[in-house]
């Protein structure tokens, strides 16, 4: 593992057995993540986001789940790690913010007690000490009258609060690393860019990496230092964001990014959609996952599965047979 790695993953496997068979969720994913960055992975719902951060986690069900694969953090492997000795990670060295906040709160235990546990337990302070911490997280996350909401139940506050109260509980000890999954998804555009903002924040006075996952482009193009593309369960194309916006390489990423609606587009313009569904990860396609929704799909595609490659820049990777770009392949080139 090098030192620049503070995150490896290496070859990560992730299947479920189910009743119509074995649902292959992450495919074979390697993804390094250096101390202090910040990684997007984006793509459709089905993609297999949330099942890997779930798996960096090993917050997995225990039961007709397989993982395979390494994954070290800070020079530890937590693949090798029972579920007690993953307890002194979660919540003081890895946090992670859930993405439904209704079910990821304890429904009959007050906020303030669920905000301060990690701390009791991690980090070795009195319930006092704890609650003055917790009060000042929740004034950062937004919460009104955090004294009073501090004895509040998670009935008694609106989607978009409980999802601020889950962002303070994971900031509550200081990790240092962050997995947030679509941790904006519940509150509205000026809350969210102060949650985005917050997280900003916290990752430069603590020097704290954060896996930030999302659906939306926009977010990722203001938020991340580099971008890895999920479709199907595996790594379609990565690439430091600038470097990915300015030059997509993958019809799967073009693809998103032409759906995302122009405001420079008269009114009730139709909005542009990628057709047809993503692949049956039970009996998933030969060949490119994508190809039976993309234009520019040929026989080799259709049969064989490309592997990540770079084209000139190595810290830009694709797994296409016709990159976007390419003259007489995907994606015509305009020069």
Request: neutral net charge; glycine residues 8%.
């Amino acid at each position: 593992m090098s030192r620049d790695e503070f995150l490896r993953i290496e070859d990560l496997h992730t299947s479920f057995k189910t009743g119509r068979g074995i649902v292959r969720a992450v495919d074979g994913v390697t993804l390094s993540l250096a101390r202090g960055e910040s990684l997007g992975i984006v793509g459709e719902s089905g993609s297999g986001k949330t099942v890997l951060a779930r798996s960096i986690m090993g917050l997995l069900p225990p039961r007709a789940t397989t993982r395979t694969g390494k994954i070290f953090f800070n020079g530890e492997e937590l693949t090798a790690m029972d579920s007690e000795r993953l307890r002194d990670y979660w919540g003081a060295q890895i946090a992670m913010v859930f993405q439904d906040p209704m079910t990821a709160l304890n429904p009959v235990m007050k906020i303030g007690r669920q905000v301060t546990e990690h701390m009791i337990h991690h980090m070795n302070v009195d319930r006092d000490n704890a609650k003055q911490i917790a009060l000042k997280l929740l004034t950062e996350v937004g919460i009104p009258e955090p004294g009073k909401r501090f004895d509040d139940y998670p009935h008694q506050m609106s989607g978009g609060m409980r999802q601020r109260i889950m962002i303070a509980i994971a900031l509550a000890c200081g990790p240092s690393l962050l997995l947030a999954d679509e941790p904006t998804t519940a509150l509205d555009v000026t809350v969210q860019a102060q949650i985005l903002r917050l997280l900003a924040e916290q990752r430069a006075e603590r020097n704290m990496s954060m896996i930030l996952v999302t659906h939306d482009l926009g977010v990722v193009a203001s938020n991340t230092d580099r971008v890895a593309v999920m479709y199907g369960g595996r790594i379609m194309e990565t690439a430091k964001t600038a470097s990915l916006f300015a030059n997509m390489r993958h019809p799967y990423t073009k693809a998103l990014f032409d759906s995302i609606p122009n405001l420079k587009n008269p009114s009730h313009t139709e909005l542009t959609v990628i057709p047809g569904r993503p692949p049956d990860l039970v009996n998933p396609p030969p060949g490119c996952k994508f190809a039976a929704r993309c234009d520019y799909a040929t026989d080799q595609c259709r049969s064989e599965e490309p592997t990540l490659q770079t084209d000139g820049d190595t810290e830009h990777s694709f797994a296409c047979w016709h990159p976007v770009g390419v003259r007489g392949k995907a994606g015509v080139s305009n020069a």
